[in-house]
């Protein structure tokens, strides 16, 4: 088998998966996912202070809960939801109010834009921890999704030293290496590139924000 078939085939198992733990994930998370994936608020405030875009793609939008955020702070701007879950996409269905939000299931792999219109800011939150494979292969996406001088804005986990918490996270299809942001400093202008302690450093996560530039 080539090295692309077996990446191919692997990123699709890990979809399957993903699919089957949302199954009964996408019943609670809204009730249980405020207390760990930190940072929500802050990487839109702070995606505000810098953009003002007309087109958003957040890629794993999950369950919805960034979207009403997102057309709080750009109410003009048509908004784009990518999740590979059935199940949390229906929950975010029953949160979009307006015909400028757009909800997508599809692996994200692969630009979505079609219409020969970019997107202005890609919104990845704790979605590109999970992509194991395939998270190198979304931050390419997103370059390519993006309009020249768009923004990519991230927050998720980034490493933790405690190798018992790592192992926890990746039975739930997080990784923990801190990989994530020299990878995105490397396709992107960084404006930002934080991270943060979690309940005294238990793990870190971090907020990245960067630009698109030729």
Not at 28 to 34: G, H, K, L, M, S
Not at 39 to 54: H, I, K, M
Not at 97 to 115: C, F, G, N, W
């Amino acid at each position: 088998m080539s090295t692309t078939a077996e990446a191919s085939s692997s990123a699709h198992r890990t979809g399957a998966a993903l699919e089957r733990y949302y199954q009964f994930h996408s019943r609670i998370y809204d009730a249980t996912r405020w207390s760990f994936l930190f940072g929500r608020e802050e990487v839109l405030l702070r995606t505000a202070r810098v953009t003002n875009p007309q087109r958003i793609l957040e890629v794993g939008c999950g369950t919805g809960r960034n979207l009403p955020g997102l057309r709080r702070r750009f109410p003009q701007a048509h908004i784009t939801g990518v999740d590979l879950s059935e199940q949390m996409l229906a929950i975010a269905a029953k949160k979009v109010s307006d015909d400028k939000i757009t909800l997508l299931r599809r692996s994200y792999s692969a630009p979505v834009h079609e219409d020969g219109k970019p997107y202005d800011l890609v919104l990845f939150s704790y979605a590109l921890s999970m992509f194991n494979p395939g998270w190198e292969q979304a931050i390419d996406a997103a370059w390519n999704d993006l309009a020249e001088g768009g923004c990519i804005a991230v927050v998720d986990f980034s490493d933790s030293y405690f190798s018992w918490f790592r192992n926890w996270m990746g039975v739930n299809h997080v990784r923990m290496e801190g990989h994530l942001w020299p990878y995105l400093g490397q396709k992107f202008v960084p404006l930002l590139d934080e991270r943060f302690a979690a309940y005294g450093g238990v793990w870190n996560y971090g907020i990245y924000i960067g630009r698109k530039q030729a």
